[in-house]
């Protein structure tokens, strides 16, 4: 099986679990995850709550541009800013279809992706990566693809 048909085997047999798990009542989100009906999506960003300009964000938002809105507060316990973000024209949140998660085209995960990547740039000034991979030619195998597809993913999806 090539890397590539076992990566997309993979993504699919992780939606249908996840499909699985909410027709049986359970979570596919991690403990303590709640999906909120407003759609904003969270981070705390180590900084000063003016540091934070809604017009002038930070280039992973700016580059959602009208897509989406912002909010920026100051976080609880003077422990920094929240910076809040949601997808306009979006009344609840949905989590995306399992095709739209499975061809790449999940703009929640985009949002999520987006944030994360956001706060990096405000807290340490670049956006950090590892390269998990070792460097050389190694031969696919499937545990390999399956590896290799959730590292891939694994920005898009998460807790914030």
């Given amino acids: 099986m090539s890397p590539g048909v076992a990566a997309r085997a993979a993504r699919a047999g992780g939606a249908l679990v996840g499909q ?6 359970g979570s ?7 999906r909120p009906a407003s759609g904003w999506l969270a981070v705390t960003v180590l900084c ?5 300009d809604p017009a002038a964000l930070p280039a992973p938002l700016a580059e959602l541009g009208d897509r989406i809105e912002v909010d920026v507060r100051p976080a609880p316990g003077d422990k920094g800013t929240e910076l809040y973000a949601r997808l306009r024209g979006r009344k609840a949140r949905g989590g995306g279809s399992a095709g739209s998660r499975l061809t790449g085209n999940d703009a929640e995960a ?13 807290e340490v000034g670049e956006v950090l990566a590892v390269d ?4 050389g030619k190694r031969s696919a195998t499937p545990s390999g693809a399956v590896l ?11 807790v914030l």
Avoid: I, M, N
């Fill in 132 to 135: 998990p991979a070792p460097h």
């Fill in 110 to 122: 985009e949002l999520r992706s987006a944030l994360r990547r956001a706060k990096q740039l405000v």
């Fill in 48 to 52: 000063e709550p003016g540091a934070l």
């Fill in 20 to 25: 699985v798990r909410s027709s049986l009542g």
């Fill in 28 to 34: 596919s989100s991690p403990a303590g995850a709640s």
């Fill in 148 to 158: 290799e597809s959730w590292t891939k993913d694994a920005p898009a999806a998460g």
